[in-house]
Structures are given as C-alpha cells and as structure tokens.
C-alpha cells in the first residue's frame, strides 16, 4: 500500500525497490543461430531428406556464449536494509486517513523519529488517533526515548492517549516512564506510574526504586524527603532487591534529614554488599568504593555532622586509601572529594580550611573543576578578598573553558555573584547579575534562583525595597520556572539556595523589615 502512496507522490518506497527487477535482460539476437532448428517451406517441394546423423534436439539450457574481450560486467545493485522513506511532507496532507497511518507505521519501522512524530501530529490534528493500535504506540514511545527530553509531550501524549482508547502500557512501558520523570524531574508522574505498578501487582526493579529515590533527594521541602525515607523502609521491610546506586540515593535522603544513624548504617550494609561482592547485576556500572566513600562523605555534611565528615577522610591517608602513597588514584573521585569538604568550608566560612584542601588539590596535579572554582569564589568573597576571588574567576573561565552561554559560566557568575553578595557590594553585583540574566535569556532559560536570591539581599541590605521587588518580578516573568536548578546540585550548602525555593514577595518585604526594622 504505501508503495502505491510513495509512487503517487513522484517517490519511490524502500519496499517497491525490493520488487524491482533490477537484472538487465538480454536482447533475443544475443543467442546463437545455431541453436534454432530450421524448417523447410511448405510452399516448395522438396525431396525426402536423407535420414538425419545429428544428434536429437537437446531442450537444455544452451550454454552462455563467451564474454566479449573488454566489456564491462557490473554487478548487480544491492538495495540496503534499512533505506530510509522519503516523501515529501508538504503533501502528506492531502492522503486518505489510511494512507497516513500506513506512512506513519513506516516511519516507526525504518526509525525515522522526526517524521514519525510530525505525521503523528497530523494524525491527531485529523482525530485519527483513534485508528492506531496498541504496537503503533508502543513503538512510538520507545523510538522517542532516543531524545526523551526533546520529545518529552510527545511521549507523554501517546501514554495519555493508550490510555484514553483503552490500551494499558507495559510494565516496561511503566519502568521506563519512571527512569524518564527522573530526567524530567517530574516527581509526581512518576509516583502515580509507581503506584499504578503496585496495584496491578507488577514488579517493580532496582532502577525503577533509584529513580525515584533520586526524584525525592531533590529536596523540595522536608515533607518530599519524609516520603523519600518512607520509600527506603518500604523496600527495606519488603526485602526489595536493592544495588550500591539505592544505597547512595538513600544516604543523600537520610543526610538532608539530619539522621546520622541511619546514614552510617546504610553505609555499613554497603561496604558489606560490596565487599561479598554482591552488586546487583542489572546494574552496568555500578558504583566503586571511592564513589561510595564520596555519598557517605556528603550525607555527613548534609546532616552538619562536620567533624565526623573530617575525621572519615583522615582515613583517605591511611593505607590502601585515596591519598596514601604517591600518585593518583581515581582523579575524578578525589575531585568529588575536595569539593564536598570545600562545601564544608563555606559553610563554616572557613577560608583557611580551605586554601589547605586547594593547595592539596593542586599539589597531586588534580583539575580542579566548576564546582571547585565556584566554591573558591564563594569562601573567597566571604573573606573579604574580592581581588582573589575576582582573579580566581577569570582563571577558571580560561582554563575550563567557559564559554558565553554555557552552563559553567552561568555557575561562575553565580558565585562571583555570591561573593560581592556577601561583601554587600551591591554596585559591582549588579552588572554580574544583569550578564547572568541576558545570558540565560539568549538561550532562553530563567536565571538561577540562588542568584535571583543573592540580588534580592543585595538590594535589600542597601535599603533598595523597589530595586528587590523589581528583581524578583523579573524573574518570575520567565514562563519556564526551572523544577531543577542548576545551583541545587553545584552549592546547596548554604541556606541560600534552599530559601530561594518557593520564596514570596511577601517574603522580601518580611525580610526586608527584619533587616531595617526602623523603616
């Protein structure tokens, strides 16, 4: 059928060239003369031949003659497997219904996200939704998950219309959607998809269960970290396979939550776990040593368990550590580790503390890398040495790279921000702020809060109430309210970035009163 479609159109369908014959004939004069035999003329008499001694007329095949000297046999075409359809997409629109479900399965079948998803737009334009079955839409979400967060309404779509013309999703289906709503950062669909999974009684794997651990360590309040800890006792209580990746994501829980306890016995099931050597084999990579050391590391910092934090990487020196011996081991993890003790140091606006972890960092040939600089910046501003932290951030933009619109330079500005923030700097904030917020207007994106947040405190500490107010309605225009900030995963150990969440304009003026209450 779609062959018939293609040639209408001037095209020619992958499936039509299968039915070609491509094998060039050869003209009748190419047979010898000789394998005819003659006849004599009916209108002439002739004499009784003489008995025949030439062998009977043999019906097999006559032998090839032989090949020209110098002529050119090619071979013939070998048509590809997977030949992409083309037509022109301009006229699809004037098909029959039929016809475009048939092109759209086509598009399905040779892989062609693009235009499948434009056809399919067509079809529901057209209310022929209705017409698909359940394969058409099965293939069409696992196609799209080759960019699921580009086609993220379209997958979303499809699932609801499954639904809407009476087609359950898979159990794989349901799996995959809550690995996808981990990348989406959408909490809520995944917990309906989990809870849809537990009614039906269907299995719910290990990825699955870090999915959603994952999605409630965002911390959107204490109440979301709750249920991510009931979650974690769920599995516990029901003896859910569970794999190092579950274990990391429960200590972050139990580490913003400030239960120490639970975080050093989940850990202690770890390293036994990795140890006997039982991690779960659907997971491919799973977590080494170092990168559990790290999750433990951070949970403790999280919880303010500080001297605790420091104590456990005394341990990093010891044999068979990190840091014992010479040369480097695990590079990327000890950058990890730097970063989350420099967390500390801000905290605690310890800036002694932290030029010994750098000068340590630098001294065993580490990289530092966005986080580490950010954080520098912060600790440096806080002590007053903008000059530093000002040639620190120029350094870092060099040696990253960061370029102009990219993600670590919009983390740089934010602690450079932070800093003259702290400094009270507010005429040296503002043109930092005003580049952050044209910059994530050229790609379209909202400013970080924190440094929405970080103005807002400048205006507010130099008694410009208006200034305040007008920086966060700028902000809250944007019709994009980032779900996950970039400043959630780069430096939440300030109260900063939590308080920036969900705040008000009720919120700065109650602030500004408690700052200035003589106003």
């Given at each position: 059928m779609t062959s018939s479609i293609l040639s209408g159109l001037g095209k020619t369908s992958c499936k039509a060239a299968h039915r070609v014959n491509l094998t060039p004939t050869k003209p009748f004069s190419s047979t010898p003369r000789s394998y005819f035999p003659r006849f004599p003329r009916k209108d002439k008499e002739q004499d009784t031949p003489a008995p025949s001694t030439t062998p009977p007329l043999s019906y097999a095949r006559a032998p090839r003659p032989e090949k020209a000297p110098g002529r050119v046999h090619y071979p013939e075409p070998v048509i590809p497997r997977h030949r992409r359809v083309r037509i022109n997409l301009d006229r699809i629109r004037s098909l029959s219904g039929f016809e475009k479900i048939e092109l759209y399965r086509d598009f399905l079948q040779h892989k062609q996200v693009e235009d499948a998803v434009y056809v399919y737009t067509i079809l529901k334009e057209n209310e022929l939704v209705a017409r698909?079955?359940?394969?058409?839409?099965?293939?069409?979400?696992h196609l799209l998950l080759t960019n699921a967060s580009t086609y993220r309404n379209v997958m979303l779509d499809a699932?609801?219309?499954?639904?809407?013309?009476?087609?359950?999703?898979?159990?794989?289906?349901?799996?995959?959607?809550?690995?996808?709503?981990?990348?989406?950062r959408n909490l809520e669909l995944a917990r309906r998809a989990y809870d849809e999974m537990r009614e039906k009684s269907i299995f719910v794997d290990v990825l699955a269960y870090n999915a959603l651990l994952e999605l409630y360590a965002v911390s959107q309040g204490a109440t979301q970290l709750q249920r991510g800890a009931e979650l974690w006792r769920d599995m516990v209580d029901r003896d859910v396979e569970r794999n190092l990746e579950t274990s990391i994501k429960a200590m972050e829980i139990f580490g913003r939550l400030n239960q120490v306890d639970m975080v050093k016995?989940?850990?202690?099931?770890?390293m036994k776990d990795l140890a006997?050597?039982?991690?779960?084999?659907?997971?491919?990579?799973?977590?080494?040593?170092?990168?559990?050391?790290?999750?433990?590391?951070?949970?403790?910092?999280?919880?303010?368990?500080?001297?605790?934090?420091?104590?456990?990487?005394?341990?990093?020196?010891?044999?068979?550590?990190?840091?014992?011996?010479?040369?480097?081991?695990?590079?990327?993890?000890?950058?990890?580790?730097?970063?989350?003790?420099?967390?500390?140091?801000?905290a605690?606006?310890?800036?002694?503390?932290?030029?010994?972890?750098?000068?340590?960092?630098?001294?065993?040939?580490?990289?530092?890398?966005?986080?580490?600089?950010?954080?520098m910046i912060s600790i440096l501003g806080t002590a007053g040495k903008l000059d530093r932290a000002q040639e620190l951030f120029e350094l870092a933009q060099e040696r990253l790279p960061a370029k102009p619109g990219s993600k670590k330079l919009m983390l740089l500005r934010a602690s450079l921000l932070a800093a003259y923030a702290q400094a009270g700097d507010a005429k040296a904030a503002r043109p930092i702020f005003d580049a952050m917020r044209a910059g994530s207007e050229a790609v379209?994106?909202?400013?970080?809060?924190?440094?929405?947040?970080?103005?807002?405190?400048?205006?507010?500490?130099?008694?410009?109430?208006?200034?305040?107010?007008?920086?966060?309605?700028?902000?809250?225009?944007?019709?994009?309210?980032?779900?996950t900030d970039p400043s959630d995963t780069a430096d939440d150990s300030s109260s900063t970035a939590a308080a920036s969440r969900g705040w008000t304009k009720a919120d700065i003026i109650a602030e500004y009163q408690k700052l200035h209450p003589e106003q």
């Open positions: 698909l079955k359940y394969q058409d839409y099965h293939e069409l979400f699932i609801s219309n499954m639904r809407r013309f009476g087609y359950s999703p898979t159990p794989s289906m349901l799996t995959t959607l809550i690995k996808c709503c981990a990348k989406w016995q989940i850990y202690s099931d770890a006997s050597n039982r991690p779960s084999p659907k997971h491919t990579s799973a977590p080494s040593k170092p990168t559990l050391d790290n999750a433990y590391l951070s949970a403790l910092v999280s919880a303010g368990a500080y001297a605790e934090a420091k104590g456990f990487f005394q341990t990093f020196s010891e044999p068979g550590g990190l840091l014992a011996g010479e040369g480097l081991k695990a590079p990327k993890a000890l950058v990890n580790t730097f970063n989350i003790l420099l967390k500390i140091c801000v605690q606006n310890d800036a002694q503390a932290a030029a010994v972890y750098w000068d340590q960092l630098t001294r065993r040939g580490l990289q530092p890398n966005v986080v580490t600089y950010g954080r379209g994106k909202p400013v970080l809060r924190h440094a929405v947040y970080c103005m807002v405190m400048v205006d507010l500490r130099a008694k410009n109430l208006p200034g305040a107010l007008k920086t966060w309605e700028d902000a809250h225009q944007h019709p994009a309210t980032q779900a």
